[in-house]
């Protein structure tokens, strides 16, 4: 059954950030509908739900309780049903270590939360345009750090 909408999924224990993220997606022009959850364990027992809709993109924020992003992330890296997912880092983390830990597990792309609005809107609708088969097939580490 095909989707006329891109279905996006957060996890962000940041109740500001979850509003902010999802005011930006209500402006875009872009056909979506937004999930969000406070914690990688809430994320994963909607995943592994079985009457659950697997989103096209997950934005994983990696300092969460409970179960935090990169954890998330080998979790889902694990099972193949969810191999045609995209997955967003989303984190105000940039440090090398991040960055270097998330490729190299798998992550489609890496984000630095935003500050402000406008360069939220711009960033998500970067992401949720790109064409994820051809920017996966080259992946490497200079295209996998969003630069604004």
């Known amino acids: 059954m095909q989707k006329d909408y891109i279905l996006i999924t957060l996890a962000d ?3 500001d ?7 930006a997606f209500d402006e ?9 959850f406070k914690n990688g ?9 079985p009457e659950s809709v697997l989103p096209n993109i997950i934005f994983l924020d990696l300092n969460m309780p409970i ?33 270097e830990n998330t490729f190299v597990l798998g992550a489609n792309i890496y984000i630095k939360k935003p500050s402000d609005f406008n360069t939220l809107k711009k960033v998500l609708s970067e992401v949720v345009t790109i064409n994820w088969q051809y920017h996966t097939s ?5 295209n996998f750090l969003l630069r604004l």
């Open 13 to 15: 224990d940041d109740e």
């Open 17 to 23: 950030d979850r509003l902010f993220f999802t005011d």
């Open 28 to 36: 875009l022009k872009i056909n979506t509908v937004v999930n969000t």
């Open 41 to 49: 364990k809430e994320l994963l027992d909607f995943l592994h739900h």
């Open 67 to 99: 179960l935090n992003g990169i954890e998330c992330l080998k979790e889902i890296k694990k099972n193949q049903k969810f191999d045609n997912i995209a997955i967003a880092i989303y984190s105000t983390s940039s440090s090398d270590q991040d960055v």
């Open 138 to 142: 080259g992946l490497n580490k200079d």
